[in-house]
């Protein structure tokens, strides 16, 4: 059971916008550490997406956004695409573990 | 342009050592700031965080797997080793290496390798 707990699926619509969420706790998120977002397309490797709760790196297209708020974060994707499916995965620090976490990933689909 | 690649055996036997190697280009592991990280993905599962080793030989691990994780560097190589001890079918996994940023708030892997598949199997 992944310390960041997110929805294993969500699904939209071409052009519809979608938002897939990561809980963590006091110690973690709560607790001040950033939220990182990853993307993985089936058979490659993660490529990061927002780092520092709400930034985007070189590439990644503004439709990609990211918020926190106390002891969660959310991934929003606008004008859904069909090349946008893939499995996503929030990443932050939890101070209690001393480690690196993780959440369980959300498979999206564009239907 | 940082890239980075997994080396090792795809194979290995229940109770065995794995080593695996990570190679990398476009930054120096003795820039102060700079980390390489281990992480690993079962088939079908979530990302799994293992171990980190920092330019200043800084090293952290995950906590329930760190009596089994040794990571060591190798600067004049560019080389990160990753060692995980007695080995069992569920270490069955892809495993990654990745470039580590850190920022105040905690950091974040920005360039990840292509992963290495390794089965454990007798």
């Known amino acids: 059971q992944s310390v960041l707990t997110q929805p294993p699926s969500v699904s939209g619509a071409p052009g519809q916008r979608v938002t897939i969420s990561c809980t963590g706790s006091s110690s973690n998120i709560g607790a001040g550490y950033d939220v990182h977002w990853y993307q993985q397309f089936p058979g490659t490797a993660p490529k990061l997406l927002i780092y520092?709760?709400?930034n985007r790196p070189s590439g990644v297209p503004d439709r990609f956004s990211g918020s926190k708020s106390g002891t969660s974060a959310s991934l929003a994707i606008t004008g859904l695409q069909a090349e946008d499916e893939a499995d996503y995965y929030c990443?932050?620090?939890?101070?209690?573990?001393?480690?690196?976490?993780f959440g369980g990933g959300t498979k999206l689909t564009v239907l | 342009q940082i890239t980075l690649k997994e080396s090792g055996p795809t194979l290995v036997k229940p109770t065995q050592t794995l080593t695996l190697t990570c190679t990398f280009s476009g930054f120096s592991l003795s820039t102060s700031g700079v980390g390489v990280g281990w992480i690993r993905q079962p088939p079908g599962k979530a990302l799994e965080w293992l171990a980190l080793i920092y330019w200043d030989e800084d090293k952290r691990y995950s906590p329930s797997l760190k009596s089994r994780l040794t990571i060591t560097k190798d600067t004049s190589k560019n080389q990160v080793v990753l060692t995980m001890t007695n080995m069992d079918p569920v270490d069955t996994a892809t495993y990654y290496c990745a470039h580590r940023r850190d920022i105040v708030g905690g950091g974040y892997f920005d360039h990840w390798g292509q992963g290495t598949l390794v089965t454990v199997s007798s």
């Open positions: 520092g709760n709400s």
């Open positions: 990443q932050s620090y939890d101070s209690s573990l001393s480690a690196v976490v």
